[in-house]
């Protein structure tokens, strides 16, 4: 029975509910928009690398680098597209 | 086709392999989709003309819950390859109906969550904000929808063929989708609800 609960997924899942309960705190706690949004920018990316490395398998086969190459490259086309249109369309830069 | 035992059975193989690979390539487009919905929506967010805003709707009880219930879905999918890559069918399909049962629970709060929006007098045609916001958890929603039956689908073929390279190989590419979709999940709750109610 035990070999069907790895250590290393219950790890991931008991960090990812620890994440989830970080993230919570802007809900519960009096913090300022900035605090707020560093503690959610935090917990969220975290989470997503965690899902990637230990749920998605992403680095464990040879193409790894093609791989996680093609995520962050995604990645950094979003936040450029998400950040780029904020700029012009909210923070009139 | 030359089998490698060296691997776990879904990559067996050179097919099976660029199968993965190719899911990925797709998965990275899927980023892109909803990068420009939450373009979008942090663009309209404020546009509520005289309708609610999401202080006004959010509630924090059920999004909590189908936060909880779809990172513990994606948990038992995780523990579902695992079991297939020792072996173990049995265990396996369990790990998988369980994920399909949390799936199902999820798209039931959230289509509970959507009828009181309406009630609340937040539909599709209130602001902008609340477009882009149902259109966002919609394009979500949809996902998870067809998910549910893609999973189900390769679970019948598992019961019918058995574990083999290629039912082995699309069960582990039906993982990486539904781990996306958690993914997908976790940024929606952090940037849209838990901002939201901040």
């Not at chain 2, 038992?76 to 369990?94: E, P, S």
């Amino acid at each position: 029975m035990s070999e069907l609960f790895p250590r290393k997924q219950i790890m991931g899942f008991v960090f990812s509910l620890v994440l989830t309960a970080a993230a919570l705190a802007v809900y519960f706690l009096d913090l300022t928009f900035a605090q707020g949004i560093t503690v959610l920018l935090i917990t969220a990316f975290v989470q997503a690398l965690l899902q990637l490395v230990v749920f998605m398998h992403a680095g464990e086969t040879e193409d790894k680098w093609i791989i996680y190459g093609k995520v962050y490259f995604m990645i950094g086309i979003a936040l450029v597209t998400i950040f780029g249109t904020l700029l012009i369309f909210l923070w009139d830069m | 086709m030359k089998i490698d035992h060296s691997l776990p059975l879904e990559y067996s193989t050179k097919q099976n392999g660029l199968n993965i690979f190719g899911f990925w390539v797709f998965l990275a487009a899927e980023i892109m989709l909803f990068a420009t919905l939450f373009t979008s929506y942090f663009t309209l967010e404020h546009r509520v003309g005289g309708g609610p805003s999401g202080t006004e709707i959010f509630e924090i009880t059920p999004v909590l819950m189908e936060t909880l219930i779809l990172l513990t879905s994606s948990f038992t999918i995780g523990l579902g390859v695992h079991a297939m890559r020792i072996g173990n069918k049995k265990a396996m399909t369990a790990f998988f109906v369980i994920t399909l049962l949390l799936g199902l629970g999820f798209l039931g709060l959230e289509i509970d969550e959507f009828i009181t929006y309406i009630h609340e007098g937040a539909t599709l045609q209130t602001s902008a904000f609340t477009a882009i916001l149902m259109l966002t958890l919609g394009t979500h929603g949809a996902h998870v929808t067809f998910g549910l039956f893609w999973g189900s689908a390769i679970l019948m073929q598992l019961k019918k063929r058995g574990l083999t390279k290629e039912t082995a190989n699309k069960s582990f590419i039906f993982s990486l989708y539904w781990h996306f979709l958690d993914v997908v999940w976790i940024f929606i709750f952090s940037f849209i609800y838990l901002k939201g109610m901040m």
